[in-house]
């Protein structure tokens, strides 16, 4: 099913004729469940900051991620393209750059840079870093990287906050080296000497025991992790400053470019694990540490909005959203599954992290930019994360060269509340295979030699019904729909 492009256009109009803002920030959690905060009506994670977001902005009700895991759908976001074209899975923290430099295909910090804006990456990256088939030198300038993406600055995490190398990065080396301690990575053996979760137990803080083999490995500020490390202890950060470490960052980025446009790509860590809150969050929730770790991720959204307006960003469109679904227990006896017992983090809907139904890619997504954006509104628009690069390279007034962005579409008139449709199907990816949404219908394609299934969501929103036995022509159009889209690109 096609949408009409003429009554999209005649509605960007007016926008497309303004002068682009001064300042774009997406900021980006990680593993936030559509019903994880007071924004999204979660009483007992209260997030006065988003909510103030929400009550100067427009808050959507069906904008979703195009993976429900990290790496893909962060790839699709800056690309603007599916990251199941390329097969590209959750990565370790040793993996290779996984995007296009900006001289195979520009993506949307390549084009932020053409605009005009001094852009930065800040927080979790986990994409990659470096390529070729020899292990990644952390002891001496890695690349290609941020900066060959097209971030003229950029202070991150290599991968997860449970993967190890458990160190910041600032412009592609380890901040805080030692030459004389230099950093090792392996993910697949041990190395001499090494102290694991696995063996030594009474060294890990109570909510950093692994609850599975893969998270045993490395203790590192008394959490155990994904991977094994040696050397750079002088670079190692403490994992209740990590919040703060890259907020303070970014609002340093953001002063020091006062009077300059910018482009921020800020991620966080929060509310992804390990979970450990700074200690003025402990215990501030109702829903244990996992919604501590919630309002850590509140604060860091007021002090960046804070630093904006000091650095005169008035005029900022500023995009607040998930990279993927939630997740309650992943890795840590961090005992979230006893303290959100009863809570829903992705409800009214089923499903979360690593999963196809709705939970998994239906993201909080909330959209301000004063004077051009409804204040205190709502949007049932259908929108996607992989939209994203295209729609801000118009409001920016950047043309798009012709192999960039292959998947993404143009949408500046339902990013800021002119069009209540949005897009007119959108495709989601997780739990090993892919679903085409079309308007309230959703295809999950089968895997294994099992059928489609088919839900109708606006009578099924727990997706609980396969009604595909009811519906055999639209199962088959819709069928046909999704292969156009595999083959396509």
């Known amino acids: 099913m096609k949408r009409a492009l003429l009554p999209t256009l005649l509605a960007a109009l007016p926008l497309l004729a303004a002068e682009k803002p001064q300042a774009i920030v997406i900021f980006l959690t990680d593993d936030l469940g559509y019903h994880d905060t007071s924004a999204y009506g979660c009483e007992k994670a209260p997030c006065p900051n988003l909510e103030r977001l929400a009550d100067q902005g427009l808050t959507f009700t069906d904008a979703h991620s195009t993976h429900s895991v990290c790496t893909p759908s962060r790839c699709s976001l800056l690309t603007g393209q599916y990251a199941w074209r390329n097969n590209t899975t959750i990565l370790d923290g040793d993996a290779k750059l996984a995007l296009p430099t900006k001289d195979e295909r520009p993506g949307l910090p390549a084009l932020m840079q053409k605009a005009g804006y001094r852009t930065a990456a800040i927080g979790k990256w986990h994409l990659g870093l470096g390529r070729g088939n020899q292990p990644t030198d952390w002891n001496s300038h890695i690349t290609p990287g941020p900066a060959e993406v097209g971030f003229d600055y950029s202070f991150i995490m290599a991968a997860t906050a449970d993967r190890v190398p ?69 670079a190692l950060w403490k994992d209740q400053d990590l919040a703060d470490t890259i907020t303070d960052d970014a609002v340093r980025f953001i002063k020091e470019s006062a009077g300059k446009p910018i482009f921020l790509y800020f991620c966080t860590n929060d509310i992804h694990v390990p979970r450990d809150p700074h200690k003025r969050f402990c215990g501030k929730s109702g829903l244990g540490i996992r919604g501590d770790v919630t309002l850590q991720m509140d604060d860091c959204l007021g002090r960046i909005r804070a630093a904006l307006t000091e650095s005169g960003y008035d005029d900022c469109l500023f995009i607040f959203t998930s990279d993927n679904g939630p997740v309650i227990s992943d890795g840590y006896l961090d005992n979230a599954d006893v303290d959100c017992k009863g809570h829903n ?128 022509d639209r199962v088959q159009a819709m069928h046909a729909r999704l292969q156009e889209s595999l083959h396509r690109g």
């Not at 458990?166 to 001499?192: E, H, Q, T």
């Not at 109570?206 to 992790?225: M, N």
């Not at 993404?408 to 990013?415: G, K, T, V």
């Open 166 to 234: 458990c160190v910041y990065l600032r412009n592609g080396s380890v901040v805080n080296l030692d030459p004389a301690d230099p950093i090792r990575i392996d993910y697949r053996k041990p190395f001499p000497g090494e102290v694991t979760g696995e063996e030594h137990p009474e060294l890990l803080k109570k909510w950093g025991r692994p609850a599975d083999h893969q998270h045993d490995k490395t203790i590192i500020d008394g959490i155990s992790r994904i991977g094994h490390m040696s050397g750079g202890t002088a």
């Open 345 to 472: 983090p992705a409800a009214p809907y089923s499903g979360g992290k690593y999963g196809i139904l709705e939970g998994g890619t239906r993201m909080p997504f909330i959209v301000c930019w004063p004077g051009h954006v409804p204040a205190g509104k709502q949007s049932a628009a259908l929108m996607s994360q992989v939209d994203l690069s295209r729609t801000l390279a118009a409001i920016a007034g950047v043309d798009v060269p012709t192999d960039a962005l292959p998947d993404s579409e143009s949408h500046p008139a339902a990013l800021l509340g002119q069009d209540a449709a949005g897009r007119g199907e959108i495709v989601e990816s997780g739990g090993g295979t892919l679903a085409l949404r079309q308007g309230s219908w959703k295809l999950v394609m089968g895997r294994n030699n099992q059928p489609d299934r088919l839900y109708d969501l606006a009578n099924d929103i727990q997706e609980k019904h396969d009604v595909a036995p009811q519906h055999p």
